[in-house]
T-cell receptor
C-alpha cells in the first residue's frame, strides 16, 4: 500500500518568513496530492491540492510543488502569519480513489 | 449550509463499554468516510459507506468495530467493548461522489477510554 512520509514533524518560523514542508510517497500510481490544515480541536481543512499533470500550483501565499520522478511534493507558505500556526498534513491517493493516505503531520508555529 | 456534523465532540467510556459515534454528512452528500487519528499520527482510513451499503471496510479492525449508514439518519461508527488503545480522534468526511476530491471533514469525536 501507499506510504507517505512527512518532514519536519515540527517547524518554528518567525512571522514574515517562509515555511516549507516536504512529503514523499511510495506508490507510483498515486496522482492526487492534497494538503490539509488542522487547527486545535477542529477537523482537517483542505487548503490546496495538486494533480500529477502539473508541477506547481499557487493560491495567494500558498504553493505546492510536485516531482513525480522523485515521488515527492512540498508545501510552501510565504509571508507567514501567526494564524498560519496549525498542524499541516500531506496526503496521497489515486485520482479515481476515495481513500487518502496521510503523512504524520507537521506542527507549524509562527511567532510574532 | 451546515458542514459535516459529528457528535458527540468528546466521549469518555470505561473499558468494556460501547462507544457510538455519529456523523451527519453535508447536505446532498451520500458518501461517508471514517478516519481514525491516533496521538501524534496522521489520519488512517477506516471505512467508506454509501446509503445502506458498506463499500470498503478494509481499514477497520475485524473485531469490535462496525459502521452503518442507514437510509434515514446519520452514519454510526460503533465500537464494542472498548479498550484503552481505542482512545483517538475519529473523523468523518463526506463527498458528493465516491471520490477523495472535495472531501469535507467534520470536527471529529475525541474518544477517551478510561
Amino acid at each position: 500500500g501507499e506510504n507517505v512520509e512527512q518532514h519536519p514533524s515540527t517547524l518554528s518560523v518567525q512571522e514574515g518568513d517562509s515555511a516549507v514542508i516536504k512529503c514523499t510517497y511510495s506508490d507510483s500510481a498515486s496522482n492526487y496530492f492534497p494538503w490539509y490544515k488542522q487547527e486545535l480541536g477542529k477537523g482537517p481543512q483542505l487548503i490546496i491540492d495538486i494533480r500529477s499533470n502539473v508541477g506547481e500550483k499557487k493560491d495567494q501565499r500558498i504553493a505546492v510543488t510536485l516531482n513525480k520522478t522523485a515521488k515527492h511534493f512540498s508545501l510552501h507558505i510565504t509571508e507567514t502569519q501567526p494564524e498560519d500556526s496549525a498542524v499541516y498534513f500531506c496526503a496521497a491517493s489515486t485520482d479515481s480513489g476515495y481513500a487518502l493516505n496521510f503523512g504524520k503531520g507537521t506542527s507549524l508555529l509562527v511567532t510574532p | 449550509n451546515a458542514g459535516v456534523m459529528q457528535n458527540p465532540r468528546h466521549l469518555v467510556r470505561r473499558r468494556g463499554q460501547e462507544a457510538r459515534l455519529r456523523c451527519s454528512p453535508m447536505k446532498g452528500h451520500s458518501h461517508v468516510y471514517w478516519y481514525r487519528q491516533l496521538p501524534e499520527e496522521g489520519l488512517k482510513f477506516m471505512v467508506y459507506l454509501q446509503k445502506e451499503n458498506i463499500i470498503d471496510e478494509s481499514g477497520m479492525p475485524k473485531e469490535r468495530f462496525s459502521a452503518e449508514f442507514p437510509k434515514e439518519g446519520p452514519s454510526i461508527l460503533r465500537i464494542q467493548q472498548v479498550v484503552r488503545g481505542d482512545s483517538a480522534a475519529y473523523f468523518c468526511a463526506s463527498s458528493h461522489r465516491g471520490t477523495n476530491y472535495g472531501y469535507t471533514f467534520g470536527s471529529g469525536t475525541r474518544l477517551t477510554v478510561v
